[in-house]
């Protein structure tokens, strides 16, 4: 098996050219549920995705309101080429609290999408899981899903931003 190097992932059909397709300025609507099929809140969000480190990595750092409460959020995807899988690490103001949520997917996904897969503590001793998904439909759209996984219940949409391109200013 040969190993890629970084120019190659950054070449047109690989992984770290899927990342850099994210970068840009976004906003759109943050739709949450913390019951399946019960709509928690819908708002206005906005967020700004950036390479990092040569474009190893891309950061997206966001704001909105989650029920009239501001909250913002972080996080840092990247394409582990040695291992051939994405990592993400994940801190809001929401969420996580103090914590960090760490997040691994296979980068061998058919559909261009950016799946990970992490796990949170519940404070009484359970792990929960947390899958996010992050599509690119188009140039100018990117949607962002995140699933919970209590135990022994199974997946539920948590949450769900649908972003859209900010215009470049003109001048």
Not at 35 to 58: K, M, Q, W, Y
Request: net charge negative.
């Amino acid at each position: 098996m040969t190993k890629i190097t970084l120019e190659e992932s950054q070449a047109e059909r690989g992984a770290h050219h899927r990342l850099a397709l994210m970068v840009g300025d976004w906003e759109g609507t943050t739709k949450v549920w913390f019951r399946p099929d019960e709509l928690a809140d819908e708002s206005p969000c906005h967020g700004t995705i950036r390479l990092a480190l040569g474009g190893r990595f891309v950061i997206h750092e966001y704001e909105g309101t989650l029920q009239g409460k501001p909250i913002s959020g972080l996080y840092i995807l990247g394409a582990h080429l040695d291992e051939a899988r994405y990592q993400q690490a994940w801190i809001d103001t929401f969420h996580m609290g103090t914590g960090i949520l760490f997040s691994l997917g296979d980068e061998g996904s058919t559909s261009g999408d950016f799946r990970v897969l992490g796990s949170y503590g519940d404070g009484e001793g359970h792990r929960w899981g947390w899958r996010t998904v992050v599509t690119i439909p188009g140039s100018d759209q990117l949607i962002i899903t995140h699933y919970n996984i209590p135990p022994e219940i199974g997946e539920i949409k948590a949450v769900e931003t649908v972003y859209h391109r900010r215009p470049r200013p003109q001048g």
